[in-house]
């Protein structure tokens, strides 16, 4: 059950995102970008990370996509463009240059995990004697939020700044210039 | 007097042979401005002058040679020098007192013409060749005087070379003289051999090489050298060789009736008394190198060439054609002098025949000339040179006709003429020569009278068809000129022709007009030992059955022709033969001419399929490997280099597509770069 | 039971179809895309690593700082891309080649 529900989300994630690549309306484009992150989060629910699962839809769904879908209704010009030529084919290969790059990447990392799985590092060993691993029962949230404030506080503190100083850079970007 | 005798006589010699060569190249330089030839008389007036005392300080004193190292080929040394004997300054006084005359007698006959320029240009380069001819010491430089003798005549025959007949003369004497001179250049050859040496003077000269030869076994051994016996008699073959084409005798003697082309007062001089001569003079010059065999050889050639030629010339109706088969008969005469051992009755013969023969050719010229004027100023076609338009000139040019008539009679031998005297020596030689050898021998000696009456008769032919009877072609003439057709010579061409009348009389000879043996002549050249002995019958006898002979033969000839009771048939086979003299040169146009020509189409057939046909294959076997090789080098050599270049062009060219300013482009070069060095990473 | 590589492999294919994204697309916008799919795939990695470390939580605390981080860098990337479509009146990145004014 539980491997079925993985690979049903891994599926999901891969196909949509294949899909997403190779439609020519970025309207429907980014619908699917929209699947293929709850996919995403999905799998980080498999991986016992149901805080940064939440996060990824809270901030993804709900603020870049947003952007995204914003931005790309500003920059009417081109959505006019995309749905003109959306009348051609459905399906566009702009530059298949980039496919042998993106396969032989793939093949390179299979082929790097394969060759891994061989020499698992010992931290990953030794969390499987002590039996260390963080498992479905654990309180993950609460244990975050303790590292947070704890053992992480100082990048905590700096991402904080930093998320602040790209809105502010962002919506200053963005401003419109008065006297153009 | 004695002062001038003081002058070195190698001075003078090489004045007189120097004269002519100034004037001719001096007018060569001044070309066509120069028309007169007064420049050729002044110089050969010199050459007279000079040569006579040259003659006179050596004539009967001690030979006179100097040598000067000329170049050095190898071991041997050639000189050059000169060599004044008896015979070469006999010669040297020869050459120019007969073209004195010619000369002075040119300025009247060629005047007027367009291209008398040349005309004494070549006049004086012959008289320099031939006087070069005469005095030079060495064989190797007489070889050389001996071609442009040649090549002079050859000039001269074909003067008018506007006319097919003169171009086609000279052609044939030029080519007729070429073997000539290749038998000269044998000879030369053999000499060399044998002496090492080409000198006159050391193998001739007193005590020289060829005394010091002697026959041993087979062997000719001189003190150098020893070869064969045989090259003795070749090496004699090829110097008569020379002579038999330069002095035509028979089978070589076609060129000369034919170089009658040119003008007259040439053929008096060259063709008649000094280039003719040149023949005899060699074979004198050589005389000790012949052996009995060359000799007998001599002999016969010169009586057949007498013999024939004096038949021919009863033929010819041309009367310049007749004066030059006379030529050659009396050329004959001096070959068999030669042959029999008296080469100084030959060369006596030389120079009395000169004198008389340079006269009937002047003779000769004056009529022709008269008569092309008269063709002129009557407008009627003839040919001015035969003897069927003539007859009875006697009355218009009386002075031509009596010197003519000595003339004549010097030639026939008529007592009291130098000819008398000079073809008697050489009969009567011939005479004693034969009752010395006996038998068959005698057939030479009997010739020899025969010809010389037949010589009387066909010399009595010309004058009695030309200056006796009624001129034929009165009939034919205008009024006004009826009364008077023809005139006689101007004064400029009877003055050397009465000269030269006054040389054909005996006094300027000998003293006693009988007898040879006193001639000044034959006691300076004469021969230490005779191989025969005098026959006092011989001398009584001959000249009687000579003289006898040839004044039966002109009581014939004038019934003939004077009286028009010509008993033989114009067109029996003896007339006709004569007239195409014999028909030699038809015999050669078949044989050698037509010959050459067939061999000629052969070697062009041959050239043509055979040669080219190779050289084609050849040119398809190149081109076939070039085209070959082109197509390697164009498909695979240049094909490869080529194939790198645009390899090498294809790869910059994708490489800078890389760099086209775009981001993903980029973008994808890094991306491909970091894939690459993963893979180099884990896998190498 | 759903091991570390699963984990691996699916996340390889998303990085390279977001690889493809940024390299193939002719929309700024699209690109942007592409670079978000390739830090979702980060993301996986992290939480399936961090699933061994207990201790420190440094997988899940990552992930979530490169959320924060690619939020940042979409707010970022979309503001200059309605820039850049001010000023060229497109966003296609090959037709973009000067960053001055006009």
Known sequence: ?180 | MDQIAHISPILTALLTVSAPLLAFLYQVVRGKRDQSGIISLIAITISFVCGGLTWLSIWNKPTISIQLAWFTIGKSTFTVGLLLNNLSTLMLLLVPTVALPVHIYSRAYMSGDRGVHRYWMYLSLFCFAMLGLVIMDSLLLMYIFWELVGFASYLLIGFWFTRAAAAQANKKAFLVNRIGDLGFLIGLAIIFAQFKTLSLVDLFGEGGLIYQCVLINGQWVSPVNSMDQIWLTLAGLAFFLAAMAKSAQFPLHVWLPDAMEGPTSVSSLIHAATMVAAGVFLLATVFPLFNDSALLFIAIIGTITAASAAYFALGQYDIKRILAFSTISQLGFMMVGIGIGTWDAALFHLTTHAFFKCLLFLSAGAVIHEMVHLKEHSRLDFDPQDLRNMGGLKKYMPKTFILMSLASLALAGFPLTSGYLSKDSIVISSFEWALSKGGLYFIIPICLIMVSILTAFYIGRLLFKAFFGEFRLLGQLQEGLQNHPLHEAPKTMLIPMFFLGLCCLFPVFSPNPLSYHDSWLMDGLLLDEYTFAPSHLAHLVIPLLLLSGSIIGWIIGWKWYVHHKYPLDPDSGIQKTAFHQGYINEFYERLFVNGTLKLAQFCYWFDRHVVDALVALVRFIVLTVSQWSVWIDKYIVDGFVNTVASAAYWAGNQVRLVQNGKLQTALYSVFLLVLLGLIYLIFF | MITLTHFLVVSACIFCIGLYTVLSKKNAIMILVGIELMINAAILNFVAFGKYDKISYGGQIFGLFAIVLAAAAVAVGLAIVLNVYRHYQTINPDEINELKDK
Do not use: C
């Open chain 1, 1 to 180: 059950m539980e491997s079925i529900l993985f690979y049903a989300f891994a599926l999901l994630a891969i196909g949509s995102a294949l899909l997403l690549v190779n439609l020519k309306n970025i309207a429907r484009a980014l619908f699917l970008f929209f699947i293929v992150l709850f996919a995403m989060a999905g799998l980080y629910l498999f991986a016992l990370a149901d805080f940064v699962a939440i996060t990824q839809i809270m901030v993804y769904v709900g603020g870049v996509l947003i952007l995204m879908l914003f931005a790309f209704m500003l920059s009417n010009k081109e959505l006019l463009k995309d749905l003109q030529d959306s009348s051609g084919s459905f399906l566009s290969m702009p530059k298949w240059q980039a496919i042998p790059l993106a396969l032989g990447f793939l093949l390179l990392m299979i082929y790097g995990i394969m060759e891994w799985q061989q020499s698992i590092p010992t931290w990953i060993q030794l969390s499987f004697e002590n039996n260390t691993q963080i498992v479905a029962t654990d309180n993950n949230i609460q244990q975050i939020g303790l590292r947070f404030m704890t053992f992480y506080v100082l990048p905590f503190e700096v991402i904080s700044i930093f998320l602040m100083m790209a809105l502010i850079g962002a919506s200053h970007l963005s401003r419109k210039e008065r006297n153009r």
